[in-house]
């Protein structure tokens, strides 16, 4: 298909579906050059699909409750083709029972988010990779530079916005050390993005795993953690329960919103014991409805030196 040939397709959910509190999983910082926001007409997304690179433009009617997508490139029909997925229709919260009033009010009040399954293990594992034990603010510049100097421009009308596509995993793989120390990745972080490059075709299929099973050929991939197969899970997978353990903040913003104390890994999964299999849910409704406890400590500096340790 030709980079400027335009295909699109109308989804009508059939539930509330907020686009853009779902896709917001997919930006990696206010400048992530692969993720655009119209301002409330719309959001544009660069995406490495199987089939080539692709623009993705998704459009809510809400008055229609419809969503319009159009897309452009070699990967214009893959990423038609994923759109009720990548916006939460497999996410099924049937079941889910809040246990906490806190859990209770920011489930009716985020009741059109749904969990993503963009179906694109990479695509999230690289930039969690990226993020493993540095502030926010340090990783997304450097996935930035990445993207811009080895990734490509988004196809169609994606160029003329500047919009970009991350590297496929060749891309990723065939980076220079030196590059990535360019863009202050280091050669712990660097190295499991590699290697998850070098075995992608692998990490992919697991996108048809049961979760168990999927997040264990992750963390097969010397490097990856618990925190990474997470936030890659809740991503690429779908995944309702992959709650974020081991990260800086999460476990005393949840702790502290659901018990009045910030605490950390073992008193969180504790108190999200009750609602496993919707773990990540918790997480996540909280973060939307601004539960975070009191930063009266000190905050994460620029750059640590935390063991080099799997997360």
């Not at 179906?119 to 996935?143: C, D, N, R, S």
Request: aromatic content about 8%; hydrophobic content about 40%; cysteine-free.
């Amino acid at each position: 298909m030709s980079p400027s040939a335009e295909s699109s397709r109308v989804w009508r959910p059939g539930r509330p579906t907020a686009v853009g509190l779902v896709v917001a999983a997919f930006r990696r910082g206010a400048g992530d050059p692969t993720f655009q926001s119209d301002r409330g007409d719309g959001w544009w997304l660069g995406l490495p699909t199987p089939a080539g690179p692709a623009t993705l433009r998704l459009v809510q009617r809400s008055d229609l409750a419809e969503v319009h997508a159009t897309a452009w490139g070699p990967g214009a029909a893959w990423a038609l083709d994923q759109v009720p997925s990548l916006l939460g229709a497999q996410d099924d919260d049937r079941d889910f029972v809040p246990h906490h009033p806190q859990v209770a009010q920011a489930h009716r009040r985020y009741a059109a988010w749904h969990v993503p399954r963009s179906g694109l293990v990479l695509h999230a594992l690289v930039p969690a990779a990226i993020e493993q034990k540095v502030t926010g603010q340090e990783a997304f510049a450097g996935y930035r530079l990445l993207v811009r100097r080895f990734g490509s421009r988004a196809p169609g009308p994606g160029a003329d916005r500047r919009l970009w596509v991350a590297p496929d995993a060749a891309g990723w793989a065939a980076i220079p050390s030196w590059e990535w120390l360019r863009a202050s990745v280091d050669g712990a972080r660097s190295g499991t993005a590699v290697r998850a490059a070098t075995v992608a075709g692998r990490l992919e299929q697991a996108v048809t795993l049961p979760a168990r099973e999927a997040s264990r050929r992750l963390r097969a991939v010397p490097g990856i953690g618990v925190w990474t197969a997470a936030e890659t899970a809740q991503r690429a997978f779908g995944d309702a329960d992959a709650v974020s353990f081991g990260d800086y903040h999460v476990a005393k913003n949840v702790t502290w919103a659901l018990t009045g104390e910030a605490l950390g890994d073992e008193e969180m999964a504790e108190v999200l014991e009750p609602y496993r299999g919707h773990r990540f849910r918790v997480q996540r409704l909280l973060e939307l409805s601004g539960a975070m406890r009191p930063r009266r400590g000190p905050r994460m500096a620029p750059r640590t030196h935390l063991p080099n340790r799997q997360r």
